[in-house]
């Protein structure tokens, strides 16, 4: 190893099998991440070695660079998505400002989406769960190579819960259901 740099990489199937369809679960899984929502609203606080942006203000710039498919993502909210058929998620742990630019003291997330495979034909995936409080998961894939150089790849997922984790006695309401979509 010739750079002093930490990293650590999985696998879009690695996740699923894991159970990661959030950030959070991807964090639980790296030592010195995390991931907090205090505020709500979907302005998460992401935390690696002990840096972190707790801020409110959507429009901070944080000390985590995060990148989608090679392109950076200046919002915070930009980490608030669902693991949705991924190739892999990369956590590069900082400090690395002067290697990784601006926003990456505290280091880099990059998140990169499957990609179709132009020489294995038409081809994809359904996964389906069950789980307790009723929570209900289906994510599917399929690809289509439409010529030898250009290939199609439509994936979605959607999370649903009947039951909630918390019962709010006050309010007599349930807490901690989950109604998620993605495509």
């Known amino acids: ?9 999985f696998s879009g199937e690695n996740l699923r099998e894991r159970g990661a369809d959030q950030p959070k679960d991807l964090f639980a899984l ?7 929502n205090i505020g709500g609203g979907g302005i998460p606080i992401i935390i690696i070695r002990g ?29 608030e998505w669902t693991l949705l058929d991924l190739e892999r998620v990369e956590v590069l742990k900082g ?12 280091g880099a997330i990059q998140v990169i989406s499957a ?5 294995a034909g038409p081809n994809g ?6 789980d307790e409080y009723s929570r209900t998961e289906l994510e599917a894939a399929a690809e289509f190579s439409l010529s030898e150089t250009a290939g ?15 019962r709010d006695v006050t309010l007599a309401e349930n807490r ?8």
């Open 1 to 9: 190893q010739d750079v002093g740099i930490s990293i650590a990489a």
């Open 30 to 36: 790296i030592t010195n991440v995390g991931l907090q």
């Open 51 to 79: 840096l972190g942006l707790q801020s409110l203000r959507i429009n901070d710039s944080t000390t985590t660079a995060f990148y989608v498919d090679e392109d950076s993502q200046p919002s915070v909210a930009r980490a």
């Open 95 to 106: 400090p690395q400002g002067g290697l990784y630019g601006r926003n990456a003291l505290g």
């Open 115 to 119: 990609k179709p495979d132009l020489d």
């Open 125 to 130: 995936y359904i996964q389906l769960g069950y």
């Open 152 to 166: 199609l790849r439509v994936s979605g997922r959607w999370v649903e819960s009947s039951d909630a984790a918390y």
């Open 176 to 183: 901690g259901e989950e109604d998620r979509y993605a495509a």
